[in-house]
Structure formats: structure tokens, C-alpha cells
């Protein structure tokens, strides 16, 4: 029952340093992205894959890095971490079959940057 | 490009009321329509889908959906509300790039 799997659970920056959020998920599926959700407000998609080896940006990429080296994990790397970043991080995945699928989401990182 | 609108941030009802949550969508081709629910420091949770067919869509702990393809909406509802559904309601479109289209969430509060 692991589905998409988020690490870590609460992390505090410091202003320009750097981090990982890991993301792993079981289900075999080729779609997976980054979202972040500010207070009060809705998703932002940051980076997707639509399978190993390809990325792309979303809406709001600067800042952020991603690579998928495998199908079950899609890391993103903050650089120099700034204030602005202090967010609700979601990793998701979706199989790739039809556009009907739903999306399945992690617990969520919660991300503080100081 | 696509795109989901929820007017209302906020929507409170009485517990054994009915509840309706509403959205209301813009896409190009075919809509397939999603609600997911946020609980507290939890992830989005799917309740719903429609894709084809028809346009009463039933999902998990009671809600349902009605797509209207004239008013390009897809409402969210409940015969009747618990307290236990006061959570963060999200509406969603995929497009033909697969990716997500999030709506920016209505909070509803089920009052005792």
C-alpha cells in the first residue's frame, strides 16, 4: 500500500542552502510531478516526467531542478534555497494509458526556508 | 489552454444539510473532470471522475458529481453533509498533455 512516497516530512532551510526532496513511487507509473501548494492557495506544478530520462518544466521551475534516472523516483533539487520557496511540496504520479487516470499524491513535504 | 474556476472560497453548511461545491471549467476538446479532497497536513485524495457517459457521477463516502456540458460545470455534492467532509475540495481538469489543471480549492466547513 506504499503508493507515492515523499522524505522528508519537515525540513528547515537556512537562506542559500541546498536540499533533496525524495520522491519514490510503487505503482509503475510513467507520469510524475512536483507541485507546490502556498497557504491558502492551490497547486502549482513546478516539474513533470512523462517517463525515465525526460523532464519538463511547469509553471513555476525557477529555482528547482529535477531528474528521473529511473521510473519509480523523480527527486527535486532546491539550489540556494530563498524564502519565496518556504511551501507545501506534493510529489504525484499517473499511469500513462489514457487521459482519464487519476493522479495519485504523496503526503506532502512541508518546507520552511529562513 | 485549459482551465478550472471554483468561485467560492469558502462554503459552510449545516450538518444533514445537502452540500454542493462548485466548478466550472474551460477546455478545448473533451473534459475529463476530477475532484480530489485535502484533509489537513494530508495529501490530495481522489473522490471523482467523469469521462464519458453519464453525466451523474458517483465517488467515495457519498459525493457525487453533475457534469453540465452547456454550463461547463461539474458541481460537487452531497444529500447530506458531515462533519467529518470539512476539508480543502479541489476540482481538476487533465488535459492532452496529461498534466493536471488544479482549480484553487474551496474550503468547506460542516458545522455541528
Known amino acids: 500500500n506504499a503508493g507515492v512516497t515523499q522524505t522528508p516530512k519537515f525540513r528547515i532551510l537556512k537562506i542559500g542552502q541546498s536540499m533533496t526532496l525524495q520522491c519514490t513511487q510503487d505503482?509503475?507509473?510513467?507520469?510524475m510531478y512536483w507541485y507546490r501548494q502556498d497557504p491558502g492557495m492551490g497547486l502549482k506544478l513546478i516539474y513533470y516526467?512523462?517517463?525515465?530520462?525526460?523532464?519538463d518544466k511547469g509553471e513555476v521551475p525557477n529555482g528547482y531542478n529535477v531528474s528521473r534516472s529511473t521510473t519509480e523516483d523523480f527527486p527535486l533539487r532546491l539550489e540556494l534555497a530563498a524564502p519565496s520557496q518556504t511551501s507545501v511540496y506534493f510529489c504525484?504520479?499517473?499511469?500513462?494509458?489514457?487521459?482519464?487516470?487519476?493522479?495519485?499524491f504523496g503526503e506532502g513535504s512541508w518546507l520552511t526556508v529562513v | 489552454a485549459q482551465s478550472v474556476a471554483q468561485p467560492e472560497d469558502q462554503v459552510n453548511v449545516a450538518e444533514g444539510n445537502p452540500l454542493t461545491v462548485k466548478c466550472t471549467y474551460s477546455?478545448?476538446?473533451?473534459?475529463?473532470l476530477f475532484w480530489y479532497v485535502q484533509y489537513p497536513n494530508r495529501g490530495l485524495q481522489f473522490l471523482l471522475k467523469?469521462?464519458?457517459?453519464?453525466?451523474l457521477v458517483k465517488g467515495s463516502y457519498g459525493f457525487e458529481a453533475e457534469f453540465n456540458k452547456s454550463q461547463t460545470s461539474f458541481h460537487l455534492k452531497k444529500p447530506s453533509a458531515l462533519v467529518s467532509d470539512s476539508a480543502l475540495y479541489f476540482c481538476?481538469?487533465?488535459?492532452?498533455?496529461?498534466?493536471?489543471?488544479f482549480g484553487p480549492g474551496t474550503r468547506l466547513s460542516v458545522l455541528p
Open positions: 504525484a504520479s499517473s499511469p500513462q494509458t489514457n487521459s482519464g487516470n487519476t493522479i495519485y
Open positions: 505503482m509503475n507509473h510513467n507520469y
Open positions: 516526467s512523462v517517463g525515465a530520462g525526460i523532464t
Open positions: 477546455v478545448s476538446g473533451n473534459p475529463y
Open positions: 467523469y469521462i464519458t457517459g453519464d453525466n
Open positions: 481538476a481538469v487533465r488535459d492532452y498533455g496529461q498534466n493536471f489543471v
